[in-house]
């Protein structure tokens, strides 16, 4: 881990360890180079003018993660942590310059195995904000295994399909993905398919879905930066298509998104 191009040292680290008012994105990088390397840079500023009140520069960032992958492998799993020092600064409103923790670690790949997945009602804080306080939906994924799933599926208040614990979820009826019409965390690898879908013509739209439209003939699949397509088996025992062909699709869609030099 580096914090700011150099070696975390040991109050960043405590810091880090107990921060939970941070927010992160997390990419692949193969060859030095990440898919919408563009739309994290973009997230990572506007989470910042969110949550300390000021903004992050995108060349900043790219420096920091260059440094960090500087003499090593160029294939990796990173993960760029914006925190502050000054949490009682923060605590009280004031603007603060942020610092940018770079970890790296070996590369992920995807899964194929369709999961099973367990609806509960449950809603994230600031749901567009890929923050660290990530307890609620580690609390409900841990709960799904316990009960024999794979992962939770979440709805909102009204009953509404949002998202999973990690993971955006889109279905597929076999002319359209429909992503959930409700407040969610838009995923850059969401938003790198629906760029994909619209590249390739294929029709996409966001609607209200509820646990009772989903059928047989729906397929459904969730999707975060190590896995752009895994199927899903099923929801609350309810069997879904497990259609190959839909999750080739969707990977082509992802796939003409180009690889960006960090």
Not at 38 to 45: C, I
Not at 101 to 116: C, L, W
Request: with cysteine; net charge negative.
């Amino acid at each position: 881990m580096e914090v700011d191009g150099a070696e975390a040292d040991d109050e960043d680290l405590k810091l880090l360890a107990r921060a939970s008012y941070a927010h992160f994105t997390s990419m692949q990088v193969r060859g030095g180079a990440v898919r919408g390397l563009d739309l994290h840079l973009v997230r990572l500023d506007t989470s910042t003018r969110e949550l300390f009140g000021t903004g992050l520069d995108a060349e900043r960032v790219r420096a920091c993660l260059r440094h960090a992958l500087a003499g090593g492998p160029q294939d990796v799993s990173a993960r760029v942590t914006v925190f502050a020092r000054a949490l009682d600064a923060v605590a009280r409103g004031e603007a603060v310059e942020p610092r940018i923790a770079v970890t790296v670690g070996a590369p992920a790949e995807a899964g194929s195995e369709p999961v099973r997945l367990r609806s509960v009602t449950y809603e994230r804080d600031l749901p567009h904000v890929k923050h660290a306080a990530t307890f609620g939906l580690t609390r409900q994924r841990r709960l799904a295994a316990l009960a024999g799933y794979d992962d939770a599926l979440f709805t909102d208040r009204r009953g509404r399909i949002s998202e999973a614990s990690v993971w955006n979820v889109c279905f597929y009826d076999g002319e359209r993905v429909v992503w959930p019409e409700a407040a969610v965390l838009p995923g850059i690898t969401m938003r790198l398919l629906q760029r994909g879908l619209e590249a390739k013509g294929v029709p996409s739209e966001r609607r209200a879905l509820r646990l009772a439209d989903l059928t047989p003939a729906l397929s459904a699949f969730l999707t975060n930066s190590i896995d752009p397509a895994l199927p899903v088996a099923s929801v609350d025992g309810v069997r879904l298509a497990v259609d190959p062909d839909a999750a080739k699709l969707l990977l082509e869609c992802y796939g003409t998104n180009p690889w960006q030099p960090v």
